[in-house]
């Protein structure tokens, strides 16, 4: 095996009958942020809750530095943790919190005013060391409980969704705070949201979770420019899906398919038709959707509605077979398209994804 | 709402009326005592031809008097302790066990509110005359004990509802042991609970006579079974003057933690 700073190994979590977490393996180099993104309810929190040792987990192993970390009891694994909801002391100040696992550890006291003052800084929260918690704004209280988690220097730092009690404006400020705090201490950081675009701005990769196991893994590029299953085209980034007739010709990764309405679309990639099916359908992303000249590739749809966003304009349109499909595009483009209009739209068709079903 | 208390014309003044007469029938009693405790008569003669404090220095001057109060108090303050340490240990059980039966073992708890007082006194009288706990010390704390932990049961477990786990297993993450967890994050978190359990289990001793006659001895009597005696033998004014201080302590104590039930409720 390969060793990592962090691996995680065939894990697995039952709850009685419900499997949480079923088989997810990842190997984590020191200092990747790394984020769980995924439906609420797909395992994302019971695999961090693992590597955080609160729970027995059912089977499969977690090492740190190649050494398993299944015995160690949770407060002594030295993993610090942010969590969704606030957990601050509620009778302790801020910087009193932020002592607490120096206490705990038994640091003599100028050693712990003086990391308190350290990590009070790094969450610039200096002038709220003597606040109760009480007295803090959401986003405070998380970045105090960021200071208080980083404070013991963990090796890895867990995240678990702890902007989504926020508004989106606090949210994509301490976004800023997060990836500024990752570059600054290089801690590890395994990051859980299901938020794909805050996942997309601070990961170096994302993990996307789906019914307690890993669809696909790579960095944001990877997974919208070469998504591995349906869902995962369907989570990052918008799709279009369109019904598929028949497909022919499946080999070199290039296939030819049939549409409902007889189109024929020559050059589609088929890196993951793997079931054989026989069912198909075909990812068409609405940026890459273009008006086309009569006569060229492409399908024949009827414009249905036209909506200015400012920058872009979207269009909803339907197929020949009453498929509604989204196109968006620069508001310039859309201008001259009106409802009930029937036109061409075409796209690069090598970059569509034929999916099985 | 279904009955709007400002649209109700006329009829607000009836229920305005109802309400003074339930409120004077409900502290008549009380106001009658406290007057008859400052008044000159020996055979309490309301309205009270005059007014002295010979009752009161009477009062004081009764070791036997004093002896019952110290005996309460003393009392009390072991049954709180006790009734607050198994208040908790159970609340926490109730609270962040996953067993089955959860549910049963809170009603069960609950059992000594709900049951009959003199059923409960008659049950222990019996057990502990077996055992020979009755007319101990002994056997006061723990009768009294099971009285005031359904009490205190509630106040913790609703204080420690209200806190989240997840600050506990937070502490845990930071390196802190579970019992050190609950010991410096959990316990001072949710002090006021824990006060406000104390208070109860305290005044739930502290003015108890029903099961305290069943466990009294001559040597051994708690300020309400000690003017429930002397209500027997002679009706004085001392009475009075005992019972108004009772009352007193247990205003100002049942003030205390409806306003820390306020706080808890913010
Ligand atoms: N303590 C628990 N008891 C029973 N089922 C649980 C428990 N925790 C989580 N689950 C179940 O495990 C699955 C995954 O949950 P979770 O990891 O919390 O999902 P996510 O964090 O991705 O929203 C869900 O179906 C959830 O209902
Ligand atoms: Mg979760």
New binding site residues.
């Given amino acids: 095996m390969t060793s990592s700073f962090l691996s995680i190994r065939n894990l697995k979590k039952s709850?009685g009958e419900?499997v949480?977490v079923d088989d997810v393996s990842l190997e984590i180099p020191r200092g990747e942020f790394l984020t769980f993104l995924?439906p609420?309810?797909?395992?994302?929190?019971?695999t961090l809750y693992a590597v955080a040792g609160f729970d027995e987990i059912t089977s499969g192993d977690i090492l740190l530095e190649d050494r398993s970390i299944l015995g160690v009891p949770p407060n002594r694994r030295n993993i610090g943790m942010v969590f969704q909801r606030y957990t601050l002391f509620p009778h302790l100040s801020v910087a009193e919190n932020v002592a607490f696992p120096l206490r705990v550890r038994g640091q003599d006291r100028t050693t712990v005013k003086k990391r308190v003052d350290e990590m009070l800084s790094l969450v610039r929260l200096s002038n709220f060391a003597d606040r109760m918690p009480a007295q803090l704004s959401g986003g405070q209280q998380q970045r105090v409980a960021l200071a208080r988690a980083l404070a013991y220097d963990p090796p890895v730092l867990l995240m678990d969704e702890p902007l989504s009690a926020l508004d989106k404006k606090l949210r994509d400020e301490i976004q800023i705070e997060i990836r500024r705090i990752h570059q600054e201490t290089g801690v590890t950081i395994l990051y859980?949201t299901h938020d794909q675009e805050e996942a997309l701005r601070l990961s170096d990769r994302i993990a996307v979770?789906n019914h307690?196991r890993i669809e696909q893994i790579g960095t944001g590029e990877d997974l919208y420019t070469k998504p591995a299953t349906r869902f995962v085209a369907e989570f990052i980034g918008d799709s279009n899906f369109l019904d598929v007739a028949s497909v022919a010709d499946q080999s070199n990764g290039r296939a030819c398919a049939t549409l409902p309405d007889g189109t024929v679309l020559d050059g589609l990639s088929t890196h993951h038709v793997t079931r054989h099916s026989g069912r198909f359908e075909l990812m068409v992303r609405p940026q890459w959707l273009a008006v086309a000249k009569e006569g060229s590739d492409g399908i024949r749809i009827t414009v249905k509605d036209v909506t200015y966003l400012g920058d872009s304009s979207s269009a909803l349109l339907e197929t020949g077979w009453g498929q509604a499909i989204w196109l968006k595009g620069p508001a310039a483009t859309l201008r001259g398209l009106t409802a009930g209009q029937t036109i061409m739209v075409g796209w690069d068709f090598a970059k569509s994804e034929l999916f099985e079903i | 709402m279904l009955l709007n208390y400002n649209q109700l014309g006329r009829l607000k003044y009836v229920l305005l009326g109802i309400t003074g007469v339930i409120c004077l029938f409900l502290l008549l009693p009380v106001i009658f005592i406290i007057l008859l405790s400052f008044g000159s008569s020996q055979w309490m003669i309301f309205p009270p031809p005059g007014w002295t404090l010979r009752w009161y220095v009477e009062l004081f001057a009764d070791p036997r008097w004093f002896e019952a109060a110290f005996t309460s108090f003393k009392l009390g303050l072991m049954v709180t302790v006790l009734s607050v340490i198994l208040g908790f240990f159970a609340s926490y059980a109730l609270i962040r066990g996953r067993f089955a039966g959860r549910g049963f073992l809170r009603a069960l708890f609950m059992t000594p509110m709900v049951m009959p007082v003199v059923v409960v006194a008659v049950a222990l009288y019996a057990m502990f005359l077996r055992v020979g706990l009755s007319g101990t010390w002994l056997g006061f704390v723990i009768a009294h004990t099971i009285l005031a932990f359904p009490f205190a049961v509630i106040a913790i477990s609703n204080s420690l509802e209200r806190f989240d786990k997840a600050i506990e297993d937070a502490a845990i993450l930071c390196g802190a042991s579970h019992l050190e967890a609950i010991w410096r994050i959990t316990l001072p978190s949710i002090r006021l609970g824990l006060l406000s359990a104390a208070l109860f289990s305290f005044l739930a001793s502290w003015d108890e006579v029903v099961v305290a006659i069943f466990m009294a001895s001559p040597t051994l009597q708690t300020l309400p079974v000690r003017i429930w005696g002397a209500l027997r033998q002679d009706l004085t004014p001392v009475i009075a003057a005992a019972s108004s201080l009772l009352v007193i302590l247990t205003l100002v104590l049942m003030t205390i933690a409806a306003s820390l039930q306020k706080v808890l409720n913010r």
């Fill in positions: 709850y419900v949480a995924g609420s309810g797909s395992g994302k929190s019971t859980v979770f307690g």
